[in-house]
């Protein structure tokens, strides 16, 4: 059970953060912004005690924003990554101190998650972080088909060893 609250918690992350820098993060953070909530609010017992226990989680969840954007616009990956691992730490934290709050956050994630197409066609989701900076090609691809190398001339040198 703790594997797959990991998982979830990091598909939360991952969609929190891709919503902080992109559309729908109004949406997004009033929805996460209750769960993370429901634990301290369950705690205070009482009504006004939840509606502050979400208000406070919206002014983190808009703090980390900030710094999200901030690092992206400086091209600080390392941030960007730190918020990432952050809200997957908090997350599972909070899943793991109350699992029934598992189905609220994939209830969420759904949500969140644009819908497959209608028509029976297929898509595929694919959400990644690189960290650490690339020094060379870097290639993401769902599907590579067969692939044909042509070259012409003289069989190229090989470096001495």
């Not at 809200?87 to 609220?104: G, M, Q």
């Not at 690339?134 to 090989?158: E, L, N």
Request: without cysteine; hydrophobic residues 35%; negative net charge.
């Amino acid at each position: 059970m703790e594997a797959e609250l990991a998982t979830l918690a990091a598909a939360g992350a991952t969609a929190l953060v891709q919503r902080m820098v992109g559309d729908g993060w109004e949406r997004a953070r009033g929805l996460l912004a209750r769960v993370v909530a429901r634990r301290r609010g369950s705690a205070e017992g009482e009504t006004d005690g939840a509606d502050e226990a979400v208000r406070e989680a919206e002014g983190e969840l808009d703090a980390a924003r900030e710094q999200l954007l901030a690092a992206r616009d400086s091209g600080d990956e390392e941030t960007v990554a730190d918020v990432q691992a952050e809200w997957r730490s908090r997350l599972r934290r909070t899943l793991e101190a109350d699992p029934t709050l598992a189905a609220e956050l994939r209830s969420v994630l759904d949500e969140l998650t644009p819908s497959a197409p209608q028509d029976g066609g297929n898509i595929t989701y694919t959400y990644n972080t690189m960290t650490g900076g690339s020094h060379g090609t870097v290639i993401q691809a769902g599907s590579i088909g067969a692939t044909h190398h042509h070259h012409t001339g003289p069989p190229p040198q090989q470096p001495p060893r």
